[in-house]
């Protein structure tokens, strides 16, 4: 049965000691995953029929040792796919578990400084020991490392190993080093528990973005300098063989490390040894001995392992998750009680090819947003796993308190909408001269009719449905969409490239930033700044090459200001910029993660209400803080 929680309300704090902005050479944006297995690379895996009782399944083999059910915790809707490598220093690893260096990083088996707390917005000490420090002319941070932080082998982990990571990124020019290199001009031990992080400077003499400098600290791993001089070595100091080695010597610091992988699963075990054990961290182990992951070839196979408790954390999209303990009866939760069931984050978002005809026009592209039918998407492609616009009006911040409350709703009220508007986009269309000339019953542009093509990758479930719903809007405005949905491999190499193509993309989706220390600021930049626009191999955002001055003056202005009148004045303005241009636009809230659990062996996990404090966040007890979750899991039985 659904276990009773008490009603939170979640106040996000969002430090805004913001600067100028980097370079276009950023990192991919912390990203949702994958709503939707990408099914024609996936492996499956065996999946039996529910338990009535939502029971738990068998032990599972993991080459020649057996899992005993009762030390294993097991994932699903993250690995989609075989393992490639367990490189730290690789963006390619597919490697979900292990490997995600991102606003809430992935830290089980790698770990950063610091873990970042969506539910609260700080950042707490994992490898650092307390607080780091600005200097008082903001030019450099420090911080302290734990005396008790060790590595697999036993080692120390010291500020050596800190600087090394550093130098080793910018000397190999990996996406982390790319990505960071714009803002910080060095890392460097001081002494070997203390790491002193030097700023690039702006013209006033202060660290250029301090809060990409300090969002470093809870994004990036600390590699072991020794093994690092390993890998140099053996690949011959090339920065291509280094970051492609499968690196199955690699040394961690986490609590798990490799234990078994193939193309059916994937499984970690703790280390016994682990550090995080010592009084000044967690004061004992996680409360699982494996972490396992088995790959199914969709959502729908996860969906009945997750039934037949075969799953114990699922972060994969459940369609009408609810059933699963209102029809079902199965001991099956998600961290909210009722709709939307998580936390709302990111916003996945529509984006127009403004060099299709008549989409360069804003009465057409705000036309065709104001037509669509948001409360059916939300119904029925997220089963009512996102907030609507009439809870959460449209901006360009995400439902948490703290976001909203960096905007004026009033000023902007005039300019949002709700949606299936289809009187006011018609009316918008015809006092904007684009109507049917011809009698066919599409509306043109110098007698040439408005026909689209709306797309998103094949296979994710929820954002397909939503396209289509995108495209029976049109009908209703005189303006023919048609849908088309190319695999994930295709269509990441067109969206992500300048020039968009002049067929098949015109009405595209990608996804935004989600929570992060950052935000709100980060998403905005994202989706509106034209450090983006018409640029090659973009995963930062503004696809589809929006260019205005204003809002880049607002972006490049709001990391110096303090004031916070200021500061809200200035986002209220982006809204109205976002709102009044039209150059993409939301098509539903989504959460960070999806976080729904099955109790049929492990309990105590992470929901609204548990009496946590500071509350652990919905991520799947991997990401960010969230990994304290894994400390307070208890056997049902």
């Known amino acids: 049965m659904k276990r009773l929680m008490f009603v939170l309300t979640i106040i996000v704090v969002f430090t805004m000691a913001l600067t100028a902005c980097a370079k276009a050479t950023e990192a991919p944006a912390a990203t949702a995953a994958a709503t939707e297995a990408p099914v024609a690379t996936a492996t499956a895996a065996a999946t039996e029929a529910p338990a009535a009782s939502g029971g738990a399944a068998a032990d599972v083999v993991a080459g020649d040792t057996v899992l005993p059910r009762n030390e294993t915790l097991y994932f699903n809707g993250q690995q989609w796919g075989a393992v490639v490598c367990w490189n730290p220093y690789s963006s390619n690893c597919n490697n979900a578990l292990g490997l995600a260096q991102q606003d809430n990083a992935r830290v089980p088996m790698f770990e950063t400084p610091y873990i970042y707390n969506m539910m609260d917005g700080k950042v707490y000490p994992l490898l650092a020991d307390g607080p780091f420090t600005w200097d008082a002319g903001m030019t450099k941070l420090t911080f302290k490392l734990k005396a008790a932080a060790k590595w697999s082998d036993g080692s120390a982990v010291t500020a050596d190993d800190v600087a090394y990571t550093w130098a080793s990124h910018v000397k190999y020019n990996t996406q982390f080093g790319a990505a960071n290199k714009a803002y910080i001009k060095d890392i460097v031990a001081v002494d070997p528990a203390t790491v002193e992080v030097q700023a690039v400077l702006g013209d006033n003499g202060k660290a250029l973005n301090p809060l990409l400098v300090q969002a470093y600290l809870s994004s990036n791993y600390v590699i072991q300098k020794a093994w690092t001089e390993a890998l140099e070595k053996r690949t011959n100091g090339d920065a291509t ?71 114990d954390v699922s972060q994969q999209f459940n369609s009408n998750v609810q059933d699963l303990w209102l029809k079902d009866g199965l001991p099956i939760s998600t961290y909210l009680p009722e709709a939307p069931y998580g936390i709302g984050a990111s916003l996945p978002t529509a984006y127009y090819n403004r060099s299709s005809l008549g989409l360069d026009n804003v009465a057409v592209r705000k036309a065709i947003a104001m037509a669509v039918d948001y409360d059916t998407i939300i119904a029925n492609a997220t089963t009512n796993q996102s907030a609507t616009f009439t809870q959460v009006p449209r901006s360009l911040m995400n439902p948490t308190p703290g976001e909203q409350a960096m905007y004026d709703h009033d000023a902007v009220k005039s300019l949002q909408w709700a949606g299936n ?33 709306a797309t998103c990758p094949n296979g994710w479930s929820d954002w397909q449905a939503a396209i289509e719903i995108v495209a029976a809007a049109g009908k209703e405005i005189g303006i023919e969409i048609t849908t088309n949905y190319p695999e994930w491999s295709v269509y990441q190499t067109v969206v992500t490239n300048w020039p968009l193509p002049t067929e098949g993309y015109d009405i595209f989706m990608m996804w935004s930033d989600g929570a992060g220390p950052t935000q709100p600021w980060g998403r905005i930049r994202h989706i509106m700044s034209s450090e983006f626009a018409e640029t090659t191999n973009n995963w930062n955002g503004n696809y589809s090459g929006y260019k205005n001055a204003d809002a880049d003056k607002l972006i490049n202005a709001i990391p110096n200001m303090t004031d916070a009148a200021e500061l809200k004045a200035a986002y209220t303005e982006l809204v109205k910029i976002y709102l009044t241009d039209v150059p993409s636009f939301t098509l539903m809230y989504r959460p960070q993660a999806f976080h729904t659990v099955n109790e049929s062996v492990w309990t105590n996990f992470p929901h609204e209400g548990d009496g946590t404090n500071p509350a652990v966040p919905p991520l799947d007890l991997t990401d960010g803080y969230s990994i304290a979750g894994l400390y307070n899991l208890t056997l049902v039985k």
């Open 241 to 311: 063989a280094l970051m492609a080695d499968v690196a199955d010597d690699v040394v961690y610091s986490g609590p798990y490390g490799k234990f078994f992988a193939d193309d059916t699963k994937v499984v970690f075990i703790r280390n016994e040894a682990y550090w995080g054990q010592d009084a000044s961290m967690w004061g004992k182990l996680p409360a699982p001995k494996y972490l396992a992951h088995i790959i199914y070839k969709d959502n729908a196979a996860g969906t009945t392992a997750l039934q037949a408790g075969e799953v």
């Open 421 to 453: 508007d289809i009187e006011g986009a018609n009316k918008l269309l015809d006092e904007a001269g684009i109507k049917d000339t011809n009698g066919d019953g599409i509306r043109d542009i110098d007698g040439k009719n408005l026909k689209y093509v």
